[in-house]
């Protein structure tokens, strides 16, 4: 989380400074960053972590209104739902 984190700071910088372009490119670098992470961390099962980056991507969605992060956000928790039912359902624990 911490590299997104230099992705939202030079966002919310760049919109300070009224600079559209280069705010564009680092609202994509921030989405990204968080979707990429994200999907690694559901990859490897470590969804305790992947829901703290979770949280983090809801509040920035939020907070600087970008649709496109929620939506990948939502396709993310349907498939964190869908692991740990299937752990439920084998009897598994998963990785904290």
């Known amino acids: ?3 997104c984190n230099r992705w939202e700071n030079l966002y919310r910088l760049a919109l300070e400074q009224g600079n559209e372009v280069k ?3 680092f609202r994509e670098k921030l ?3 968080i979707v990429y992470s994200l999907w690694n961390l559901v990859r490897e099962k470590e969804l305790t972590e992947a829901e703290s980056l979770f949280r983090y ?3 920035v969605a939020k907070k600087y209104n970008i649709p496109e992060l929620e939506f990948h956000l939502g396709l993310i928790q349907d498939e964190i739902n869908r692991i740990r039912e299937v752990y439920r359902r084998i009897g598994r624990g998963e990785k904290v």
Do not use: D, H, T, Y
Request: with cysteine; net charge negative; proline share 8%.
């Open 31 to 33: 989405v990204e960053c």
């Open 23 to 25: 705010a564009l490119e």
């Open 57 to 59: 991507g809801m509040e």
């Open 1 to 3: 989380m911490p590299k």
